[in-house]
């Protein structure tokens, strides 16, 4: 069975600092696709980064960045210079490729930061 | 402004109740989900519909009942809830359920209370 795991439930950080939130799975699936999602106080999850499981390139998106490490399946991400504004809860996921049956998301139990002024 | 809206955002209902919850989306996708979201468990996924067909039931129980009429609607009719049921339901949708154009976009959620 897949298991995502967020081991940090909260965060608390001054405007400015970097912050890096992790994020290991499990999973028994060779191929395998590898998501961020942020939830604002308004509650809509808002879709970071999709990452599939052949692709262990980081990737850098303005104050964003992302380290895939497959040999320690850990997906972590990094706010750079931290903003008020970055103040949710980000939820790691990982999804199955199940053929016919859907897409099956496996969610992390979220870490909720908070950028303090 | 997101494409998915969910009504109503907000739903108080009693356990002799029947009430539904409404999903739109408005980007073309092919896949809708229902995801529950309660204070002490990561979210759940419940049901998925690929092209208005169920395709996973997350072992949901039987006083929640989907429905998707097309590939831009999704419902979720309740009916003798339990207070445990309360909760943020969300729903989302994707292109397609495999693949490269995978990743699910959500709405703001419907928030619960069963009294």
């Known amino acids: 069975a897949q298991k995502v795991t967020q081991a940090q439930t909260e965060i608390s950080v001054v405007e400015k600092e970097d912050v890096t939130l992790d994020c290991v799975y499990e999973?028994?699936?060779?191929?395998?696709?590898l998501f961020w999602y942020k939830q604002p106080p308004s509650g809509e999850l808002v879709f970071l980064i999709r990452?599939?499981?052949?692709?262990?390139q980081n990737e850098i998106s303005g104050r964003y960045s992302w380290n895939f490490q497959k040999s320690t399946s850990s997906f972590n991400f990094t706010i750079t210079a931290s903003q008020v504004v970055d103040s949710a809860v980000y939820f790691c996921?990982?999804?199955?490729?199940?053929?016919?049956?859907?897409?099956?998301?496996?969610f992390g139990g979220g870490t909720r930061v908070l950028v303090k002024p | 402004e997101t494409g998915v809206t969910q009504t109503p955002r907000h739903l108080v209902m009693g356990m002799t109740n029947k009430k539904s919850l409404k999903c739109e989306q408005h980007?073309?996708?092919?896949?809708m989900y229902w995801y529950k979201q309660s204070a002490k468990k990561p979210l759940e996924l419940m049901f998925v519909y690929n092209f208005k067909e169920q395709t996973e039931n997350n072992s949901v129980p039987s006083r929640f009942s989907p429905e998707c009429p097309n590939s831009s609607h999704l419902f979720l009719h309740l009916h003798t809830l339990q207070p445990e049921d309360s909760a943020l339901y969300l729903c989302?949708?994707?292109?397609?359920?495999?693949?490269?154009?995978?990743?699910?976009?959500f709405g703001p959620g419907t928030r619960l209370t069963v009294l």
């Open positions: 996921a990982l999804s199955e490729v199940i053929k016919a049956a859907g897409n099956k998301l496996t």
């Open positions: 990452r599939n499981s052949f692709d262990e």
């Open positions: 989302a949708s994707s292109r397609s359920t495999s693949g490269i154009d995978n990743e699910q976009f």
């Open positions: 999973t028994r699936d060779t191929t395998y696709y």
């Open positions: 980007l073309g996708h092919n896949a």
